[in-house]
């Protein structure tokens, strides 16, 4: 069973910066994609960033192409978003998955395993 913890949430200013962190447990994980996703009460879940098995390939969403980073250490069994010049609109719960093996993907249902979410809020 392959679980997905996330961290590094929390309160930052307007142009601020924080890095979350997906620790993944069970399977293996250089095999698999992973990406980034963030929800806001009473809206769809949102694609932020994906990334391959092997770290070469990402995809980001527009709305955080040039600010955010996605990145994976397969040693670790670890994945990364560093989020730079956060804006109020980025606040949102943020979550990491599991996608597929070959290729990267922005849909959320191709992605297998969920973790629990990390809370991201940006005040201006």
């Known amino acids: 069973q392959v679980q997905l913890v996330e961290s590094g949430g929390g309160l930052v200013q307007a142009g601020g910066s924080l890095r979350l962190s997906c620790a993944a447990s069970g399977g293996t994980f250089s095999t698999n994609s992973m990406g980034w996703f963030r929800q806001v009460p009473g809206k769809e879940r949102e694609f932020v960033a994906a990334i391959s098995g092997s770290g070469l390939t990402t995809r980001y969403a527009d709305s955080v192409k040039g600010r955010f980073t996605i990145s994976r250490d397969n040693a670790k069994n670890t994945v990364y978003l560093q989020m730079n010049s956060l804006k109020p609109e980025d606040t949102a719960v943020y979550y990491c998955?599991?996608?597929?093996?070959?290729?990267?993907?922005?849909?959320?249902?191709?992605?297998?395993?969920w973790g629990q979410g990390t809370q991201v809020t940006v005040s201006s």
């Open positions: 998955a599991r996608g597929p093996r070959f290729g990267i993907s922005s849909n959320s249902p191709v992605y297998d395993y």
